[in-house]
Structures are given as structure tokens and as C-alpha cells.
């Protein structure tokens, strides 16, 4: 069993997390960490030197910061109590999927092991959550897919959506709306790349969209 988060603080769990989205195993700037946090470049610079003195990342001001492996085990418990937490008020709840990340955000720092353990079980151990994000396992370990930006779809491919990689609810709902979520199966019919317009088939609807519409959505190529 991999070791506790309580003695982090909520600030430190989220820098963890922040690492791991912008870099996985690669590095992060302190400038990428600042605009992602929304925090000044001095705070951060602060932060992450405690971080590691703690033995939690590798950090140099000419090459950034890096998850080592305590920190990026740190960081993946913090991502499987945010996923378990938006299935949990999707599925137990029954809150919008579009309106959870934020309730996660504020409840992931302060969930006991024992309470997460109990949440994974009444779920009935979920893989993804409403999003279609994995959620990462009891050992921390997390299922790396091979996927593609909808947009980067070729003319004719055919797909399933599988993660929708984006916070912003008014963006979740339009795309329940229309029927971009997780499971769904698409085609692209048209591209035309001048005028930056897809032309959708999403199971038995049809789409016209820019690709700043389908910014965040990943599939899986049927091949």
C-alpha cells in the first residue's frame, strides 16, 4: 500500500498534481507551474524547494521541476481521490457531470485512506470516472492509453471518445448536449482545413464544428 497524503498539505498535493498534468515523467517551468496554479513565479519557486527537500521532486533553476518517484505516487493518489470523488457525486448524488470538479477540487484534500477505500468500494471499484479519465488503481497505478485529439482525426477515420481532458462546465454540458461523451462512436466525414470546420457523424447525430469546439476531447482510432 503506498504511503499516506495526510501530511501534505492541500497546497502541496495540488502542486504534485499540477507537475504531473504539465509534465508526467518530463519537466515542468516554474513559469508553466504559475500560469497553470494561477499563483506568482516567486511562490512558486518557493514552493517547489520545499518539495524538494522533502524528497518529493528534483528541481534546478535552469531545468525546472521533476516528479520523483515518491512525489509522482503522491501525485497520482491525489488524481484517484479527485476521479473517485466526481463519480461518487455523479453516480451516488446525482450531480451534473459538468458541475463536480470543482466540489472535487475542495474535497479531495480531506478524505481519510479508510474513507477513499470506502467510497472505491460502494462505487463498485470504478476505472473511469464521468469523464472517461482513468482512475488510477489502490497502488497508484495509472492506465496510459494510446489516443488522439478528436481533431486530428483524418477524413473517413472512425473512433470512440474516450477522455474528455477539460474543466470547464459550460463546454461538459454543450458536449453532453450534443452527444461527445465518453463511449460515443464518430466519424469524420469532412475537413475543411481553410475554414477550420469538422463535419461530425456522433453516433445518430451529425456535427459541424471548429476545432476549438472540440478542444480537450480524446479518442480511440478503431483500427
Excluded: C
Amino acid at each position: 500500500m503506498t504511503k499516506s497524503l495526510d501530511r501534505l498539505s492541500s497546497s502541496q498535493q495540488d502542486y504534485l498534481k499540477a507537475i504531473y498534468f504539465l509534465a508526467g515523467d518530463d519537466r515542468a517551468t516554474t513559469t508553466e507551474l504559475a500560469d497553470h496554479l494561477g499563483v506568482r513565479r516567486p511562490s512558486v519557486t518557493s514552493m517547489v524547494q520545499k518539495l524538494a527537500e522533502a524528497g518529493l521532486v528534483s528541481y534546478s533553476p535552469r531545468r525546472g521541476v521533476r516528479l520523483l518517484k515518491r512525489g509522482r505516487v503522491r501525485a497520482i493518489q491525489v488524481i484517484r481521490r479527485h476521479r473517485l470523488l466526481e463519480t461518487f457525486l455523479v453516480n451516488v448524488l446525482g450531480m451534473d457531470w459538468s458541475e463536480v470538479h470543482d466540489e472535487a477540487e475542495v474535497l479531495e484534500h480531506h478524505l481519510s485512506d479508510r474513507m477513499v477505500q470506502a467510497i472505491d468500494r460502494l462505487l463498485g471499484f470504478p476505472t473511469e470516472d464521468p469523464h472517461g479519465m482513468p482512475i488510477p488503481n489502490a497502488e497508484s497505478e495509472l492506465q496510459e492509453r494510446s489516443l488522439i485529439p478528436l481533431a486530428a482525426m483524418a477524413l473517413g477515420d472512425r473512433g470512440v471518445v474516450r477522455e474528455l481532458r477539460i474543466e470547464a462546465a459550460e463546454r461538459l454540458q454543450r458536449w453532453k448536449e450534443v452527444g461527445l461523451v465518453p463511449g460515443a462512436h464518430v466519424v469524420m466525414r469532412q475537413r475543411q482545413e481553410l475554414e477550420d470546420v469538422f463535419h461530425l457523424d456522433i453516433d445518430d447525430k451529425q456535427l459541424a464544428t471548429g476545432s476549438e469546439g472540440v478542444e480537450g476531447i480524446f479518442v480511440e482510432l478503431n483500427v
